[in-house]
């Protein structure tokens, strides 16, 4: 069993910059692969980023390609989102999850909103 906690969320402006941070306990961080997902209102849920156990290979949604940058700390058993040039539509609340298929365990969420 996993727990994932997310943190980090918040306002800011549009072209700003936040961190999010998915801290597990429970079980080492480090068997598993990490995703990010992201869920606006009235959307479903998308896929944001995907990070592997070792954190060599990471994979982005188009729509933050070049934007955000997934890492890993697995010493700290955390996972970090940099989200930079944030736009409005970047607002959505943002899940981690993980485990053997890499969706077996979520956060609870923490909710990023960019104003413009």
């Known amino acids: 069993q996993v727990q994932l906690v997310e943190s980090g969320g918040g306002l800011v402006q549009a072209g700003g910059s936040l961190r999010l941070s998915c801290a597990a306990s429970?079980?080492?961080?480090?068997?598993?692969?990490v995703n990010w997902f992201r869920q606006a209102p009235g959307k479903e849920r998308n896929f944001v980023a995907h990070i592997s156990q070792s954190g060599g290979y990471t994979n982005y949604a188009d729509s933050v390609k070049g934007r955000f940058t997934l890492s890993r700390d697995n010493a700290k058993n955390t996972v970090y989102l940099q989200m930079n040039s944030l736009k409005p539509e970047d607002t959505a609340v943002y899940h981690c999850?993980?485990?053997?298929?890499?969706?077996?365990?979520w956060g609870q969420g923490t909710q990023v909103t960019v104003s413009s």
């Open positions: 429970g079980r080492i961080l480090s068997s598993y692969v």
């Open positions: 999850a993980t485990g053997p298929s890499g969706r077996d365990y």
